[in-house]
């Protein structure tokens, strides 16, 4: 084994490069294999499958748009459910004014109407949580049921119905219950009320109130559906629970403005709604909040996901840059979140509040966004490396299988086995077989001539001493011998020039005496190749054995 290695080394020292059909399968199987999976890897990147990257930002531009979708639809929905519930109102009111014999301007002058008027109104409030997807409903008059208390200027007659959900055995129950208004009309109709109820609002803080009233009485020709308002983010004094109400002027049909009605959807409701819905991103959320320029204030909005159930945690957000269609937004402890913004409108033109702009977003932590890339990457690479190990494994074992044949086919032949398999179930081995024995065929009659040739120069050999032979062969007198002789020896010295250097360098050590096995150790080489050397020898100067070859070779010898 150590020989064999020796040769190999000693060869590739020499310059000579061999490569087996096996390993040249192999590198042909490796390369195409390469290529397809490099091609693979190319087409899936230019196409985003195969880029981390670009699957994130398409699962963000999916969500994204169904969130930010289904926010405009549903407010703007509820915006004009909201218009219809106060016409409504309007309408009831009106009827009522007219029963009792006195304008709607007028029903802040009579107190002891309030009460009356509140309780005629209890089946419309309930009709508006039962039919629409909100938290509560209300009604907030221009008006208090005793204007002598203290700060009795802040304090307004109304109704607040809230909608809370509780959960038995498994099933949601919807239950209503009386934040504000008169204890007795909830009681009437089987309402509950909070432990946080109060008879009538306390406006301060409650900018909207104003505000609707002021812009409904400053334009009196507008539609109601161009007068509606969402307040930000509010907290009623007693409640618990943050919410934004959608306010709407009630107007007489004398014009006079003389309270609002609205519906309410709290943090909980929109958080239950829109929390977007990521393994990959656990805490993705999905703010809904005012915007003015680059900044977006959560903190005046909604915010909805799985890691801000329980509180409003962003605050001021400050749009940084924008990249291929994903935004990148700092909070004011710095800390940066990527994903999607667009711009809302709430408001139809010719609204008072058509300036005041809304952006639903759907956001992610920085750090979050940027180790999900680069975990998927790391994935995707480790499947591109897996599919290439696979292939080259199923390079070597097709290479192997698909030559393992052809070895032993040239193994048979090499090894001058005559025995030869009768069914190799490979065509082109099967003609190299048929062929093999019809050459063999046809050089059996040539190399018997040969011999023949041969013994008739050992007689010649056995006849004369060699002196005499080297002095009288090229002028023998022997007709019968002597030319056919002549003829196959000088044949023989021509055929001497289509020798390689190799071929010619095993032949000068035949003349030197020397046999096979010396040859192929002087010569570094194995006794096979000096066999095959003496396959490609034998043909080139038209001899049939060794034998034959070193009469010749005497002859030579005992020319010079």
């Given at each position: 084994m ?15 490069r ?7 399968l192999f ?13 693979a890897?190319?087409?899936?990147m230019l196409t985003g ?5 670009q699957?994130h ?10 969130v930010i ?11 004009l ?10 309408s ?6 007219d029963?009792k014999?006195?304008h709607e301007?007028e029903?802040?002058n009579?107190?002891e ?6 309780a ?5 409030l309930?009709?508006v ?14 008006a208090?049921?005793?204007?002598l208390?203290?700060?009795?200027e802040?304090?307004?007659?109304g ?5 809370r959900?509780?959960n038995?055995?498994g ?10 208004g ?7 109709n ?13 406006i301060?803080?409650m900018?909207f ?8 009485r400053?334009?009196?020709a507008a539609?109601?559906?161009r007068l509606?308002?969402?307040s930000e983010?509010?907290?009623?004094e007693?409640?618990s ?9 009630l107007?007489?049909?004398?014009g006079?403005v003389?309270?609002?009605c609205g ?9 239950r709604?829109?929390s977007?819905?990521?393994p990959?991103f656990?805490?993705a959320?999905?703010?809904f ?7 977006v204030?959560?903190?005046l ?5 799985n890691?801000?159930?329980?509180s ?5 957000l ?5 990249n291929?269609g ?9 800390d ?9 409108r709430?408001y139809?033109?010719g609204?008072p ?8 977003s759907l956001?992610?932590p ?5 180790a999900?890339?680069r975990q998927g990457?790391?994935?995707l690479l480790?499947?591109?490396i ?7 494994i ?6 192997r299988r698909?030559i ?12 001058d ?5 009768t069914?190799?179930?490979i065509?082109e081995?099967?003609d190299?077989?048929?062929?093999l024995?019809i050459?063999?065929?046809e ?5 018997e001539?040969?011999?023949?040739l041969?013994a008739?120069?050992e007689l010649?050999k ?7 032979l080297?002095k009288?062969?090229p002028?023998?007198n022997?007709?019968e ?8 020896y000088?044949?023989f ?13 095993v ?12 040859i192929?150790?002087?010569l ?12 490609n ?5 038209n ?9 010749y070779?005497s002859?030579m010898?005992?020319?010079?």
């Open positions: 150590f020989r064999e290695a020796f040769l190999i080394l000693r060869r590739r020292s020499r310059g000579e061999l490569t087996s059909l096996q390993v040249r590198m042909f199987f490796a390369l195409f294999a390469v290529f397809l999976v490099g091609a890897f190319l087409a899936m499958i195969w880029s981390a990257e699957r930002r398409a699962w963000l531009e999916a969500e994204a748009n169904h979708a289904s926010i405009s639809t549903d407010f703007n929905r509820l915006s459910r909201g218009v219809a519930f106060a016409r409504q109102l309007s009831s009111i009106g009827n009522w004014a029963d014999g006195i301007r029903i802040k009579h107190p109407l309030l009460e009356n008027l509140l005629e109104q209890v089946g419309h309930l009709s949580i039962e039919n629409n997807i909100c938290s509560g409903a209300f009604i907030i008059l221009d208090t049921v005793n204007p208390i203290p700060n009795a802040y304090s307004r007659a109704i607040f119905f809230k909608q959900e509780l038995a055995l099933s949601l129950l919807q239950v209503v219950y009386c934040l504000r008169p204890a007795s009309v909830a009681r009437a089987g309402i509950e009320l909070l432990g946080q109820w109060r008879m009538e609002f306390d301060r803080g900018d109130f104003d505000l609707v009233i002021n812009h409904a400053e334009n009196p539609d109601l559906t509606y308002y969402w983010r509010y907290l009623l007693g409640n629970e943050y919410g934004m109400l959608l306010c709407l002027p107007i007489g049909r004398d006079s003389y309270g609002i519906i309410e959807v709290n943090d909980m409701q929109f958080k709604m829109y977007p819905e990521s990959e656990p805490r959320f999905t703010a909040a005012p915007i003015d320029g680059d900044n204030d959560t903190g909005g909604f915010i909805a996901g890691s801000y159930l329980t409003q945690a962003i605050g001021l400050v749009l940084i840059d924008e291929n994903v935004s990148s937004l700092r909070a004011i402890n710095s940066i979140y990527r994903g999607s913004l667009e711009t809302l709430l139809p033109s609204s509040y058509v300036n005041e702009n809304w952006a639903a956001l992610i920085a750090a979050d966004w940027d999900a890339i990457n790391a994935v480790g499947i591109g897996t599919l290439l190990a696979a292939s080259l199923a390079a070597v074992f097709i290479s698909y393992s044949p052809v070895a032993a086919a040239l193994q048979l032949i090499k090894s086995i005559k025995d030869r398999p069914k190799t179930n065509a081995i099967e190299l077989f048929q062929y024995a050459k063999d065929e050089r059996k009659t040539v190399y001539e040969r011999e023949n041969a008739e120069l010649i056995l006849r004369a001493n060699e002196d005499d080297a009288n062969l002028d023998s022997i007709p011998l002597n030319a056919p002789v002549m003829k196959a000088e044949q010295l021509r055929n001497l020039e289509t020798l390689t250097a190799t071929e010619r360098a032949f000068n050590l035949y003349i030197k005496n020397h046999t096979a096995q010396e192929a150790d002087k570094f080489v194995s006794i096979n190749t000096i066999k095959f050397h003496n396959k020898i034998y043909p080139k100067l001899v049939s054995s060794l034998k034959e070859l070193k009469v070779i002859m010898e005992n020319s010079t």
